[in-house]
């Protein structure tokens, strides 16, 4: 600290301890307005940060509903399916373990889960008799091809878990690999739980849509063969409200 006026001018030691005081005091108001400054530039940084992870997450969503509208186009009267599909099975996940279900790849992998739907030929995919095994087999080669689509996009590594193994069984009678009970993703066993949800209360062009009360019937009577009996033990949990909101779109 320089010396003062007041040492030099042999000033009281009341004097010399103020001035002292004085200096302490604008050092010590220096480095809080210092530090000030870096609290600031870490809340401009953190805002930045968060500003362009919001950014990304929107260009995230956007890229998912590109490819899942890409999908949708072709098979006109399954509606907004993946959009209903993706609300039951967040609902479902929800109760079967909240962690999953703040993982925002969830939602992805369940809005993606047929975008290898978009390498089947029309003929395929739109015939309304039986399918020949040549067929079969190209039909049942879309959870693959989807998987091949997404598995190389880095925010959609969870997410192609889900595209993968969207059609196995909980007693290993599905496809593509025939992974059973919980071998399967638990993901992917709540969408499969979801997915026949959807498709059992949706109006088809050769019969009407069942009430929930009946989907629910069918899918209990499955536990344990196609679907993780613990996942159909949460799916009780939901009140039949909720479901009727989903299932009316919202
Ligand atoms: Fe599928």
Request: net charge negative.
């Amino acid at each position: 600290m320089a010396r003062s006026i007041a040492q030099r001018e042999g000033a009281t030691d009341e004097q010399m301890l103020r001035e002292q005081l004085d200096v302490q005091l604008r050092e010590a108001g220096e480095k809080e307005r210092q530090l000030e400054r870096y609290a600031s530039d870490l809340r401009d940084t953190f805002k930045a940060e968060r500003a362009r992870a919001e950014e990304l997450q929107v260009s995230y969503v956007a890229t998912v509903r590109a490819l899942v509208n890409a999908v949708e186009a072709r098979d006109a009267y399954t509606g907004a399916h993946a959009e209903r599909v993706a609300a039951y099975g967040l609902e479902l996940a929800r109760r079967v373990e909240p962690d999953l279900a703040r993982d925002p790849q969830i939602e992805f992998g369940f809005l993606l889960h047929d975008v290898g739907k978009i390498a089947i030929p029309d003929e395929v995919l739109h015939k309304a008799d039986y399918l020949g095994p040549e067929e079969q087999r190209l039909m049942r080669s879309h959870p693959e091809v989807g998987y091949e689509i997404v598995r190389g996009v880095g925010f959609l590594s969870d997410a192609a878990q889900i595209v993968r193994h969207h059609h196995e069984r909980w007693d290993g009678e599905g496809y593509p690999d025939g992974l059973s009970g919980e071998d399967v993703p638990l993901a992917a066993r709540i969408f499969s739980v979801a997915d026949a949800l959807d498709a059992i209360t949706t109006d088809r062009p050769y019969r009407p849509g069942a009430p929930i009360a009946r989907a629910r019937a069918e899918i209990r009577a499955l536990a344990g063969t196609q679907f993780d009996p613990a996942v159909i033990a949460r799916l009780d949990e939901i009140p039949d409200e909720r479901l009727e909101q989903i299932r009316g779109g919202c």
